[in-house]
C-alpha cells in the first residue's frame, strides 16, 4: 500500500462516514487466528475467512489461512516485523472503517486471540464511533497453545494452580514493562510472557529480585505450533545467556515456573516422525491436497505452492458431440475430472457415451475416476495410437506432451497463477527454512520452476528434491534438476517412510 493511500485514508473514512447514508454498510469480523497451527482455527473464524471480501492480516497469522477466502478478496498486510511497522493502529483502525463504510465485509486477522495483547479493543471502539456492525471470534492463545506443543500444560494440581499472561514489552521510553513484580515473583505458580526475548535478561532479574529462586525452570517457545517451533530451556539464571548464545528470536512464548518438568513426560507434538521438516510440494491445483494435510499432521510445516485460481470458459460443445469418436480419454487432474463429470450432468450426457478407455496423469486423478465408477489407468500406459481426447484446466495442455498424432483438448476451465500471493508467499519462505521440495507428478514441475524465480533465487540447488514416480523423476532431470530420489511406490504411506529416512 502507497504512503499516498495512507495519508488519504482518514479523509476517505470521514468523507464516507458523510456520504454513506443511502450505502448499505458492510460488517467487519475481529478474528483470532490461533497460534500457528492452520487447524487451531476456529470454526466461526474460518467461515469469516471464507465470506470475506477484504481480509487485514498480521505478521503472526498464519498466511495459509487466506488460501480460504474466496479468490476476489482483497489481502493487505498489516504486520510488523522487528525493524519496522508497516502500517501503525490508526491506520489499521481507518481501514477497517473505510472498507466496511464501503460495504465489504471485512476479517481482521490477527494470530492467537484478539483479546489477548492483540488492541481489538482500539479496533472495536472505532467501529461504534463509525456505527459499523462487528463481531469478535475469538482464538487460541499463543500463551496456552504453545506450551502445550511443548509438552506443557499451564496449570497441574501438583505443580500450579495459577496462571498468568504478561506483556514483555509496553509503551514506556525503554519498552521495558512495569508490572507488579513481586505480585508475579511471589504470587502466580506459572507465568508465560508474551514477545519477551529482548526483555528477557530485564524479566529474569526482576523475577529474581521480588522473590522467584534463581533455579526456577524456565523455556521460551519459539514459533509455537508451527514444525519449525523450537524450545531452549533454562533457568531464571541462565535462559537469558543461552537465549543469546542460540540467537533465539521472537515470536516467542517465554515460560516461567516449575510445571515446565512435565515436558520430560508429556511432549508430543516433537515426536512426531517429521517434526522439523520445512517441506514446499508443487502445487497442480486450486485446492489443498491431501498429501499436505497427512504431511502437516506428521509434524511437518508444509506449503503449497503456486498458488492457482480457475476462471471459467464457455463449454466446448463440438467435442461433447463426439464423445463415442475417441478411443482414450486422459483427465490431466483431479480438480478436471470432477469438472468434466459435472459438465456432463449439466448437459444431460449420458456417462455410458464414454466407450474409450480412461486414463490419468497422475495416481490422484486416477483415484478420482475410480470415485466415479471408471477403472483408470496411468498415462505410462497409454497407447500412441488411437484418437486422443485430452481432458484439462490448464491452457497450456498440449498434445505433443503425450506424444500422439491424433488428439484434442477439452477445457473444463482455466488454471492460472493467483498473482496476489506472490508477496504473501515471499514472506513465508523469508521466515522458514524449506529443506525439501516434493513434485508429485511430472507436470507439477515446469510451472513450479516458471514461478519459484519470483520468490527464491537457489531454492531448487538448496533444498532436497523428491519425485513421486519414475516419470516424474526422469522429468525432473530433463529440466536440470537433482533429485535424491523417489519413495518405493507413488502413495502418501511410502513418501512418508522415504522422508523418515532422507
Not at 124 to 135: G, R, T
Not at 198 to 227: D, M, R, S, Y
Request: net charge neutral.
Amino acid at each position: 500500500m502507497s504512503s499516498l493511500h495512507i495519508k488519504n485514508v482518514h479523509t476517505t473514512v470521514t468523507q464516507l462516514g458523510k456520504d454513506d447514508g443511502d450505502m448499505k454498510r458492510g460488517k467487519v469480523f475481529l478474528v483470532g487466528a490461533g497460534p500457528g497451527d492452520v487447524g487451531l482455527i476456529t470454526v466461526k473464524g474460518l467461515e469469516a475467512i471464507q465470506k470475506a471480501d477484504v481480509i487485514l492480516y498480521d505478521r503472526l497469522a498464519n498466511p495459509k489461512l487466506l488460501q480460504f477466502a474466496p479468490s476476489t478478496c482483497e489481502f493487505i498486510y498489516c504486520g510488523k516485523l522487528p525493524d519496522r511497522h508497516t502500517l501503525r493502529q490508526e491506520h489499521i483502525n481507518d481501514l477497517l472503517v473505510e472498507k466496511a463504510l464501503g460495504g465489504k465485509t471485512v476479517v481482521r486477522l490477527k494470530g492467537g486471540d484478539p483479546g489477548v495483547f492483540g488492541r481489538v479493543g482500539e479496533e472495536a471502539e472505532a467501529l461504534v464511533m463509525h456505527d459499523i456492525s462487528f463481531d469478535i471470534v475469538p482464538g487460541i492463545s499463543s500463551g496456552i497453545a504453545a506450551p502445550l506443543y511443548a509438552g506443557i500444560p499451564v496449570t497441574h494440581r501438583k505443580f500450579g494452580e495459577s496462571f498468568a499472561v504478561v506483556t514483555a514489552h509496553d509503551k514506556s521510553a525503554d519498552g521495558q514493562p512495569q508490572l507488579d513484580w513481586k505480585g508475579l515473583a511471589t504470587g502466580i505458580d506459572t507465568l508465560a510472557f508474551y514477545m519477551g526475548i529482548g526483555n528477557l535478561p530485564f524479566i529474569c532479574e526482576n523475577l529474581i529480585k521480588h522473590g522467584k529462586l534463581a533455579e526456577t525452570p524456565v523455556i521460551i517457545i519459539q514459533w509455537g505450533t508451527f514444525g519449525r517451533q523450537k524450545t531452549l530451556e533454562g533457568t531464571l539464571g541462565t535462559i537469558a545467556d543461552k537465549a543469546l548464545s542460540e540467537k533465539f528470536s521472537n515470536p516467542a512464548i517465554t515460560l516461567v515456573g516449575d510445571i515446565i518438568s512435565l515436558r520430560k513426560k508429556i511432549n508430543w507434538f516433537e515426536k512426531k516422525p517429521l517434526f522439523g521438516r520445512q517441506i514446499l510440494l508443487a502445487r497442480t491445483g486450486t485446492n489443498e491436497s491431501k498429501l499436505a494435510k497427512e504431511l502437516s499432521e506428521q509434524g511437518a510445516d508444509v506449503y503449497e505452492y503456486p498458488k492457482w485460481k480457475k476462471n471459467s470458459i464457455p463449454v466446448d460443445f463440438t467435442i461433447l458431440e463426439k464423445l463415442k469418436s475417441y478411443n482414450h480419454i486422459l483427465f490431466t487432474s483431479p480438480e478436471c475430472v470432477d469438472e468434466f463429470f459435472q459438465i456432463l450432468v449439466q448437459q444431460k450426457i449420458d456417462v455410458r457415451t464414454i466407450k474409450a478407455e480412461v486414463f490419468g496423469a497422475s495416481t490422484k486423478s486416477i483415484a478420482v475416476l475410480n470415485e466415479k465408477g471408471l477403472i483408470a489407468t496411468h498415462v505410462n500406459q497409454m497407447p500412441k495410437v488411437g484418437n486422443l481426447l485430452i481432458v484439462s484446466d490448464h491452457a497450456s495442455s498440449q498434445n505433443t506432451v503425450y506424444q500422439i498424432d491424433k488428439s484434442e483438448t477439452f477445457l473444463t476451465s482455466v488454471k492460472q497463477i493467483d498473482e496476489q500471493f506472490l508477496p504473501i508467499n515471499k514472506r513465508i519462505f523469508e521466515e522458514a527454512n524449506i529443506d525439501t521440495i516434493i513434485f508429485p507428478s511430472g507436470q507439477s514441475i515446469t510451472p513450479f520452476l516458471q514461478e519459484i524465480g519470483k520468490i527464491s533465487a537457489n531454492l531448487t540447488t538448496s533444498a532436497k528434491i523428491i519425485c513421486m514416480g519414475e516419470q516424474t523423476l526422469q522429468t525432473a532431470e530433463q529440466l536440470g534438476l537433482y533429485p535424491v530420489g523417489m519413495p518405493e511406490l507413488p502413495n502418501r504411506s511410502s513418501l512418508l517412510d522415504f522422508l523418515t529416512n532422507t
